[in-house]
C-alpha cells in the first residue's frame, strides 16, 4: 500500500523520512498553548507505519490539555548540526482512553525498554509514569 503523506519512498528524501521514523530515538512535538505560544517538548515515540505516530504521557503533561483544545500539532526531528537534514511533520493528535501501557505495547517496548530500565529503572515505572497514549496522524511532510 502506498502512502500519500510521507514522500515518495524512491526519493532520497522519502528514504530518509522513513529511516528517521523507524530509527530515531526522540523527535520534538509541538502543541500549541492556550495563550497561542509553540510549546515544543523532546519524546520517545513509535511510528506505527503509514501515518501515525504513538508517544506517551505524564497525566499531569501541558500537552495534554492543549491537545484537547487543539488538536493540531507539528514534529520535528533534530537537525545535523549545520542546518542539514531536517524533516517537519504536522499532524492531528488524539488522545487514546484505555489503551494498553507502554509496558504492554511490544513494539513500543521492543523499541524502548533498554532507554526505559536505564532511565526509570524499568519499564512499568516509565509505564506508570507515562500512562497516556497519543496517537498522532501525520498530514504533511516537509
Do not use: C
Amino acid at each position: 500500500m502506498t502512502n500519500d503523506v510521507l514522500p515518495d519512498s524512491s526519493t532520497t528524501f522519502g528514504r530518509r523520512v522513513r529511516e528517521r521514523l523507524a530509527e530515531e530515538v526522540v523527535l520534538w512535538l509541538t502543541t500549541v498553548g492556550a495563550d497561542g505560544t509553540p510549546q515544543p517538548n523532546p519524546v520517545w515515540f513509535l511510528w506505527e507505519g503509514e501515518d501515525t505516530i504513538l508517544v506517551y504521557n505524564r497525566t499531569g503533561a501541558n500537552r495534554i490539555a492543549h491537545v484537547k483544545e487543539r488538536p493540531r500539532v507539528s514534529l520535528n526531528f533534530d537537525g545535523n548540526g549545520s542546518g542539514g537534514d531536517i524533516v517537519v511533520l504536522t499532524g492531528t493528535a488524539e488522545l487514546l482512553d484505555g489503551f494498553p501501557l507502554a509496558s504492554e505495547h511490544e513494539p513500543y517496548m521492543q523499541k524502548y525498554a533498554e532507554h526505559a530500565a536505564r532511565a526509570f529503572g524499568q519499564a512499568d515505572d516509565f509505564a506508570s509514569k507515562y500512562p497516556v497514549a497519543m496517537r498522532i496522524r501525520i498530514t504533511r511532510v516537509r
